[in-house]
């Protein structure tokens, strides 16, 4: 791992970040709150370029990573971040002086078939392996948890820690957290080149003593010493992991929890019921397919009955940051002061304040935490494992 160049104290210390997704814009929040001035830059002219704004904002640390047995520093995090979210957002909310939509009611798992059943145990079974609460229930439990749901189905759990948030609202109410923290938003500020050297000197002619990559899917920077010679970064390129999603009007008697099977979820939001996600590696452009938007529909329609009627609001597709093992890249770069915050491919909106406690660990203090190596971002040289494949995503 590359050294630290000589740290300054933190209350002098000039920290850009790149990209105000909710990665970069989380982290630049813990940096400032640790006494550093902090500056994002964005290319997009308003937030909400990337994909923080197509995502479906569920928590879900349990659903997604209990049954991942060996994926243990993902699993990890993922509780750690799901662990930090209440606070998070009473301190988001605090600065910004209003909510983010962050509901603490736990999200249902159902099963439509007795082998949906049986995997429903395998499912509880690993929560309670990695002491993740879980509860069962019977189909009329799963009725009366939310009366919306389906008669045939057959049974369920309650996953009361995996929460949800509304990712849209949390990236404005960030923004704004942001701008009465001081620091400052450059937006309509695409970074394509930065010169290195003993400072970070960026194309608006500012300068930094360090740099947080934060650019989810898109191009990474180019680095280039003081007479331009490349600088390499060591990073390998992100994977797009394209998704589409479908938003209904909510409708009366309507779904209440985030409710999963394994191809489908329900996400409802107080201004729409999010329907996701397609799937579709290797894709970064944002066409909405109104086969597969039809499709979702249909599945949740199954689980949910009163959907299959709701108006359709819009539908649209985001890019996943993928990385090939799919983990995210998270600490410094073969650039001393150079830090990647990346590839939260389907996880972005729960990891974000465990990647800025992480970051800013490294940034600030130079402490690089047991958790954060195994998301060494120079690993893939390393790689031996085979890439990881989920059976349905965010
Ligand atoms: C359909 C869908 C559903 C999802 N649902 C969930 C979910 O329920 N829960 C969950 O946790 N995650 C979910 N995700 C994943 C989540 O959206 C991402 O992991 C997360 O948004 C990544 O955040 P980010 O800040 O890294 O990237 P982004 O939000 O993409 O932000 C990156 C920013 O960097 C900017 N940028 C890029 N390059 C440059 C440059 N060179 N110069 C300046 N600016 C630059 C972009 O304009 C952009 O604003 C979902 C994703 C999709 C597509």
Known sequence: MPSQPNMRTSGSLRVAVVGAGIVGLSTALEIRARGAEVAVYDSGVELGAGA???AAGMLGAAFDWALEADQRAMAALARHAGMLWPDFAARIERLAGAGLEF?????????RSEEEASWLGTLAAACQARNLPVQRLSADEVRRADPALSGNLVGGLMLPEDRQVDAQIALQRLGAALSRSGVGLRLGRKVERIVGGQVFLMPDGEKFDRVVLATGAGALPAFVGPRGAPLEHGLVATVPVKGQILALAPVDGGPRHVTHTRD????????????????ERGRADTTVDPDKIAALRARASEIAPSLANAPEVTAWAGIRPG???????????????VFAA?????????????????????????????????????????????????????
Request: aromatic share 6%.
């Open 264 to 279: 489908v979820y329900i996400a409802p939001k107080s201004r729409w019921v999010l329907i996701g996600a397609t799937s």
């Open 52 to 54: 923080t704004m197509r």
């Open 103 to 111: 509901s603490k009611e736990g999200a249902l798992v159902v099963a």
């Open 323 to 337: 990385t090939p093992d799919d983990a995210p890249m998270i600490g410094q770069t073969a650039i001393p002061g």
């Open 342 to 394: 990346l590839g939260h491919y389907r996880n972005g909106v729960l990891f974000a304040p465990a990647t800025a406690e992480l970051v800013a660990d490294q940034v600030i203090d130079g402490k690089v935490s047991p958790l954060a190596a195994a998301f060494d971002p120079l690993r893939f040289d390393k790689l031996s494992e085979a890439p990881h494949s989920p059976a349905q995503e965010n």
